[in-house]
């Protein structure tokens, strides 16, 4: 006899158009993954009905919860669809054609991007916003310095003409990028989502392939998302869910279609990966300060919507979205110490990617340090603990971007 075992475990997905409503055409998609939680939770009511023999008639099943999610090694494109369904959006926003433009001859300058001719189009450096974040990507052809450096620097836009992108001075351009003179086979790439109000829902299963058995939960919402950045060790994170609906354990699989294999770029890492950590405009990257970890948090707070008549849930609903996350920083000056005691208002942007430039940066444009908490026992390094909520911005109409970069 075969028991299920774990490592033969896959969670596949596949979007909604109807909440709760498992489409009957298309494909399911394999998640890569390192441990799910999705689960349901029953709820049984004893009867209070009081007898002579002192036991009690029974019980009734009465609701159930859905809710858990899956953990995982961040790498691009995998987890997309739930990005988007985490702010609110229906897809990323591309520049060029699915985030990457036309390829250009390409000329570098500390404080500038330009082209040999102009790209047009979407691929129009007209079309880029000022204080948007970009990445160059290289062509094959490129020297293995320009390869690493392009693929762990971010450039935020100044401004743009026709032929060439004036970057923010706190993203000149230096080192390997540095010198290079009408070559050809360039590209930037840019996508990007923001906070909004477009909600969708996936049936989420998870296959015990050894075994043949399927367990689908059904009108599956992202609640939250936690992301991990820590010393030595893959940027790791999680998704959370609330659902409406489980049908049990089946013997085949619900979705329709044959699995679409998952993506295949590396994970990446808190070590090599990490290209951005930007504070108030400043790089914090081991310039001024060393930071030991990073937690990053974007919670939805959902909750289920019960009714008269339905076991499980009628709906979700999701209250404020609010983001927080906590720097762990090693003390050398009163800087961040004054900032949080102070209650200034600032800004945070952190990136990574992986070796070929595939990666992702999150733009914080308002937070402020909610404490300070300092380390102070034993004989070890004193460390400023802060954490940090972001709010809404005025000034960009935002909390939050989350920007994509995708080697051509």
């Not at 770029?265 to 060393?290: H, K, Q, R």
């Not at 404020?320 to 600032?346: C, H, M, Q, R």
């Not at 034993?378 to 909520?389: A, K, Q, T, Y």
């Amino acid at each position: 006899m075969t028991y299920a075992s774990n490592a033969f475990g896959q969670l596949r997905y596949i979007a909604e158009a109807t909440r709760g409503v498992t489409p009957g055409s298309g494909n399911g998609v394999n998640l890569r993954q390192t441990g799910p939680s999705t689960k349901a939770k029953t709820k049984f009511l004893k009867s209070e009905e009081i007898r002579q023999d002192r036991l009690t008639s029974g019980s009734a099943l009465v609701d159930m919860d859905i809710d858990g999610g899956f953990n995982f090694e961040l790498s691009g494109k995998e987890y997309d669809p739930f990005l988007c369904n985490l702010l609110g959006q229906a897809a990323f926003t591309h520049y060029g054609t699915a985030g990457v433009g036309t390829t250009f001859s390409l000329t570098t300058a500390s404080g500038s991007l330009t082209a040999a001719v102009a790209p047009t189009s979407t691929s129009a450096f007209t079309t880029l916003a000022a204080g948007s974040w970009i990445k160059v990507i290289p062509p094959v052809g490129a020297t293995a310095a320009q390869k690493a450096y392009f693929a762990d620097a971010w450039f935020k836009v100044g401004s743009t003409t026709s032929t060439a992108i004036t970057l923010d001075a706190s993203t000149p351009v230096t080192g390997a990028g540095l010198g290079i003179t009408t070559t050809a086979g360039y590209a930037i790439s840019q996508s990007s989502i923001v906070n909004g109000s477009t909600f969708g829902s996936f049936t989420l299963e998870y296959a015990l392939t050894d075994i043949g058995k399927f367990l689908p939960f059904r009108g599956m919402q992202v609640g939250n998302m936690d992301l991990s950045l820590d010393v030595g060790a893959m940027v790791k994170g999680s998704f959370g869910f609330i659902g409406q609906g489980h049908d049990g354990m089946a013997t085949a699989t619900t979705l329709p279609g044959s699995p679409v294999a998952s993506q295949t770029l590396d994970p990446m890492n808190a070590v090599t990966d990490i290209g951005a950590i930007y504070e108030n405009g400043t790089s914090i990257l081991g310039a001024t300060s060393f930071i030991k970890s990073m937690k990053l948090s974007v919670n939805n707070n959902p909750r289920a919507q019960k009714a008269l008549g339905i076991f499980g849930n009628a709906g979700v609903a999701l209250g404020e979205l609010s983001i927080s996350g906590t720097l762990d920083v090693y003390v050398e000056s009163e800087t961040y110490y004054n900032k949080w005691l102070a209650g200034t208002n600032t800004s945070l942007s952190v990136g990574v990617s992986d070796d070929a430039g595939n990666g992702y940066l999150f733009d914080f444009d308002k937070i402020k340090f909610t404490d300070g908490g300092l380390t102070t026992q034993g004989r070890d390094d004193v460390m400023l603990s802060l954490p940090f909520e972001a709010f809404y911005n005025s000034a960009t109409n935002r909390g939050i971007r989350i920007t994509r970069s995708v080697a051509a």
